[in-house]
């Protein structure tokens, strides 16, 4: 029986001065405290840790926060487009800054299922594409330890279904922090055990987040 731990890390703080739902667009990067959150992600995995693969959502913010932990585990980044953000049809609206805009008609049709969900991609397929990508980390890392880079919805998705809870969810509820690693160990394919910790944790004090959760990060409300 072989023991390998498969780590899902959320990204760092992300510039999004203008508080949209940035979903899949490109050219959102990290701010310089995000940066400083992959520091410390890289930090915590260079001592007591047997990292032999790293993979990345291809979006920059991930591959950004990914890049500490691949130095210092002497690895590359391997892009897995399986760890991409879910899709969203509100992608591009700034629904921080004025939650009000979610309450417009024009969105009513958007509401129909909000257990698939009806405005983005359906949870069942984002479990799909995670278990994927987190059985080639097994593949790769056996007997040792993997690092996938990914985003809060697909990471706390697939907490929820291992944990075999309803996926559909309250957002506000969701325990997965800017930097923060959900840990899935197993025996062989089994699972074994599932924790969550947060390296970054004295950061994500001071950060702004866009999306809901348990976090500490204040929200972002992008200008006024």
């Not at 097994?138 to 706390?156: D, K």
Request: proline share 5%.
């Amino acid at each position: 029986m072989e023991l390998t731990t498969v780590h899902l890390v959320r990204h760092g703080e992300v510039d999004n001065p203008t508080g949209i739902l940035y979903g899949r667009r490109p050219g959102f990067h990290l701010t310089e405290l995000g940066l400083a959150m992959g520091e410390e992600v890289g930090k915590a995995f260079s001592e007591g840790h047997d990292v032999r693969y790293v993979a990345s959502s291809p979006l920059e913010r991930a591959q950004e926060t990914a890049a500490p932990t691949a130095r210092v585990a002497g690895v590359d980044t391997v892009i897995d487009d399986r760890l991409i953000e879910a899709g969203n049809k509100f992608e591009g609206v700034a629904v921080n800054k004025n939650r009000l805009v979610l309450a417009h008609p024009r969105y009513y049709s958007w509401y129909a299922n909000p257990f698939e969900p009806s405005w983005g991609e359906p949870y069942t397929n984002v479990v799909r594409r995670m278990s994927g990508a987190i059985g080639k980390a097994l593949t790769e890392a056996r007997g040792g330890e993997a690092v996938l880079f990914s985003h809060q919805l697909p990471i706390w998705t697939m907490r929820r279904f291992v944990e075999r809870k309803w996926l559909a969810h309250d957002p506000r509820k969701r325990q997965c922090a800017l930097a923060s690693v959900t840990s899935l160990t197993f025996a062989d394919s089994q699972l074994l055990a599932l924790d969550y910790w947060e390296p970054a944790a004295d950061l994500v004090a001071i950060a702004a987040d866009m999306v809901p959760g348990t976090s500490a990060a204040a929200e972002a409300k992008g200008d006024e």
